[in-house]
C-alpha cells in the first residue's frame, strides 16, 4: 500500500514536472518570436510597424496615420534616429534572463550599419498572452516627456508637426466661418494677401483669445484656394499643408456669374 502511494506520488510529481516544462517552453517560444518581430521590424526600418511599440502617452498625440505621414517630411533614418533606434544589418538574441513570472531580460547582440557591434538590453513582460517591450516603451515615454530638453532635432518636429496641424485647422476653421458668414466671393478672397487675411480674421475676433495661429516651428502661413477642386490650402513652411472644402458664392460683387 505505502508503495502504490509512494508510485502514484511520484507519477503526481513528474506530471506537474512536465506540464511545467511544457508552459516554461512554450513562454520562451512566444518571446524568443516577439523579439524577433521587433528587431525584425527595426532591421526592415519598418516605421509603421514599429508604432504598435510606442506608449499610449505617443499613441495620444498621433494616430497611425499621422505617424505614417512623418515619412513625407522625414527619412526613415531620421525618425528611427529620433526614437533611439539604429539602422540594423542584423542581430542575434544572445542570453534570456527570468526576473520574475512575467518578466525577462533579454540581451541581443545588434549589428548597426556601418558601426561595431553592441549590446541591446530590455525587459520584456508577458501581458495578457503577449508579450511587451517595457524598456523600449518606458524610453519612448521618457523621450516625449522631456522632449523639450533633448537635443533631438527629428523629434522635436515631430512634436511640432502635431502642434502645427491644430493651428492651421484653427486658422481654416476661421477662414470658412467668416467667409460664409460675410458672403466673400472668390474676386474678393483674391484681392486680398495671405498675411492680410490672417490680420483681417483676428480684426473680426475669429480666432480663440483672439490670438492668431502660429506654428511652434516658426513656419510661415499662407492661404491659398483650389478652384478646380474648390478648397481651402493652407501651407505652412516647416509642414504639409492642409486643405478644408469651400464653395464661394456664384455671383461676384456686381452680380454677374
Known sequence: MRNIILVILCGVFLLFHTSCEDRSFKQH???VTAVRTFYDAVAAQNIEAIYAYFPDEFKE?????????LLETQTKK????????????????DT???????????TVIIY????????????WELNHNSWENISYKNLVKNLIEN???????ILSNIIAFKQCKNQLQHLALALWEYCSSEGITMNK???????????????????????????????EYSIEYDEKNEKF????????????PFRFPAFDEKGIE
Not at 531620421?78 to 542581430?91: M, V
Not at 548597426?112 to 525587459?123: A, E, S
Not at 490650402?233 to 478644408?244: A, D, R
Request: proline share 8%; glycine share 4%; net charge positive.
Open 29 to 31: 517560444r512566444s518571446l
Open 61 to 69: 498625440l498621433y494616430t497611425r496615420q499621422e505617424f505614417a505621414a
Open 96 to 106: 534570456i534572463h527570468r526576473i520574475s513570472e512575467t518578466v525577462f531580460e533579454v
Open 112 to 123: 548597426p550599419q556601418k558601426m561595431p557591434p553592441m549590446k541591446d538590453i530590455m525587459k
Open 233 to 244: 490650402i493652407l501651407n505652412c513652411s516647416q509642414h504639409p499643408p492642409i486643405s478644408l
Open 78 to 93: 531620421e525618425i528611427l534616429g529620433a526614437f533611439a533606434l539604429l539602422p540594423l544589418r542584423r542581430y542575434k538574441i
Open 147 to 153: 522632449y523639450k530638453e533633448q537635443q533631438s532635432r
Open 189 to 219: 478672397f483674391h484681392s486680398i494677401s495671405s498675411n492680410k487675411w490672417i490680420t483681417i480674421l483676428q480684426e473680426k475676433g475669429m480666432f480663440i483669445n483672439n490670438t492668431a495661429p502660429a506654428c511652434p516651428a516658426g513656419g
